[in-house]
């Protein structure tokens, strides 16, 4: 009963959020390898540059707590990891950074770039790990107030240019440590995402292209949304 009443209370406290919300959250997706770190870092500074209140995050990150579990969810050193604590570890970084730094920012009325949020749960726990789109979408909905994205940037890339970037980058994490077979489902799950889209939020990002292409791509997404 307490968890019910807990459950009813995120839901209630997601409500007040969206009745109030008056910022631009765009994220960043996409398998490894596809440059989100860096056109996020781009995204940022070009925004700013035009002249709008923009921040910038990661996920999972950005806090203090969410460093930590960072830490713990990505290391090398942890590849026996229970998929279930994969889940949970990576939901409790995202409700620390919404709870902190993201619905603030929103209710600030700030632009907010975000390299990875509640979409990579969707594809990498609830699509390929097996959880089911619908359990992930509400631990989602929980961790983030029912926050959705205002545009998602998907940067898609083959998998062997990604794996292969990844290896060059010399910062090899659990996730990139996984199968080939593995980071071929990623793909094809954000891309099912993306094409079953109805909001209009999702723009595939050709990030097999040169880092400028690619971002003058995403610069155009984004200058349709903001009227830039």
Not at 81 to 97: K, Y
Not at 182 to 198: G, I, M, P, S, T
């Amino acid at each position: 009963m307490l968890l019910l009443n807990w459950l009813e209370w995120q839901m209630k406290k997601g409500e007040i959020y969206m009745a109030i919300k008056k910022g631009f959250l765009i994220t960043l997706e996409g398998g490894e390898g596809g440059g989100k770190t860096t056109q996020a870092v781009s995204l940022y500074k070009r925004l700013k540059k035009a002249g709008k209140d923009v921040v910038i995050f990661r996920e999972p990150g950005c806090t203090v707590i969410s460093e930590q579990i960072r830490e713990v969810v990505l290391s090398a050193k942890n590849k026996n990891i229970a998929f279930t604590t994969e889940v949970l570890l990576f939901q409790a970084a995202r409700a620390q950074i919404y709870e902190e730094l993201v619905l603030p920012s929103m209710r600030a009325g700030k632009v907010i770039v975000m390299d990875r949020s509640r979409d990579s749960s969707v594809v990498y726990q609830g699509m390929v790990r097996g959880f089911g789109k619908k359990m992930i979408e509400q631990l989602n909905n929980i961790s983030t107030s029912r926050t959705l994205p205002d545009l998602t940037l998907l940067l898609d890339v083959p998998v062997n240019k990604g794996l292969k970037r990844r290896e060059n980058s010399g910062t090899i994490n659990r996730l990139d440590m996984e199968a080939k077979n593995f980071h071929n489902k990623v793909r094809k799950a954000y891309l099912e995402l993306a094409e079953e889209d109805k909001s209009g939020r999702w723009r595939v990002i050709n990030a097999a292209k040169s880092i400028e292409n690619v971002e003058e791509q995403m610069w155009e997404a984004i200058s349709d949304k903001l009227g830039l």
